[in-house]
């Protein structure tokens, strides 16, 4: 069975939801904020609902045509899709991979930088994920009203978690830097 990509596996839970067309799926996924989370394009995601056909995964149900608008596949999943779905799930929960983001690179070499410039860039950082955090908690709230099971929005609970996690690394790291408790061999100016 594929491994899939993060897309995928978005997609393809997208579909398990109900059948739909790839334009559909996208601006459900856009609705949904989903392009927070994974990669998302129509080219993207039209690549991906392709080798998904190709590899049995999803079947074409229907088509259907609204007004002058071009025709539009319908996909259903499969039950190999939700095999695959349920795998990729299952793989990417019990373990770690390294995504090499590119934060703990800068973080790493941020010494090559005069101090002053690090505790500006790194308050600009963490003035972002605040602002980052407070839509998170505006949504949250939004979601709650609806009634939504946190169950379908744990994604979005762990992201609050380590933007707060890491919003505090930053704090502690400027107050360092500020005090002189952190040691700073960069440049000095």
């Known amino acids: 069975m594929p491994q899939l990509t993060p897309l995928g596996v978005t997609a393809l839970a997208v579909l398990a939801e109900g059948d739909m067309h790839p334009y559909e799926m996208y601006q459900l996924m856009l609705a949904r904020k ?15 609902v392709e ?27 499969t039950p190999a899709g939700r095999a695959a779905l349920r795998e990729s799930i299952a793989e990417m929960l019990g373990r770690h991979v390294n995504e090499f983001p590119e934060f703990p690179v800068a973080i790493g070499e941020a010494h090559n930088l005069p101090a002053g410039e690090v505790v500006r860039l790194l308050g600009e950082r963490v003035a972002s994920i605040r602002e980052t955090i ?31 996690a890491e919003a505090d690394w930053l704090d502690s790291t400027i107050s360092q830097l500020g005090t002189g408790a952190l040691a700073w061999p960069g440049p000095s100016n």
Do not use: C, K, Q, W
Request: no cysteine.
């Open 34 to 48: 989903e392009d927070r989370v994974v990669r998302l394009s129509p080219g993207s995601l039209y690549r991906a």
């Open 134 to 164: 407070g839509f998170i908690d505006a949504s949250l709230a939004g979601i709650a009203a609806r009634g939504v099971a946190t169950a379908h929005v744990l994604n979005v609970h762990y992201t609050r978690a380590m933007l707060v």
């Open 51 to 77: 080798r998904f056909a190709a590899d049995g995964l999803i079947a074409e149900v229907g088509v259907e045509r609204e007004g002058n608008r071009p025709e539009r596949t319908v996909y259903s999943i």
